[in-house]
């Protein structure tokens, strides 16, 4: 669902539960149940296998590094 792809892309980009409920106006319960969606739906056990796995088949971009500048 597009919920579930929003859900995946911010894990890819690193975000916590605490962290998707807030940016998504949802509570806890449910992204957890999102989170769990989407890892059935892509037959992984993990979140962080769930993020290998979309950036490694091009579903989402890995998150840019930020590089200190040398001031």
């Excluded at 605490?18 to 449910?30: C, I, K, R, S």
């Amino acid at each position: 669902t597009p919920r579930e792809r929003e859900v995946l892309g911010r894990l890819v980009q690193g975000s916590s539960t605490t962290e998707l409920a807030e940016a998504m106006g949802v509570g806890p319960a449910t992204i957890r149940t999102h989170v769990q969606a989407v890892l059935s739906k892509l037959g992984v056990r993990s979140r962080l296998e769930a993020v290998t796995l979309a950036v490694a088949h091009g579903l989402h971009e890995p998150p840019q590094r930020r590089i200190p500048s040398n001031s």
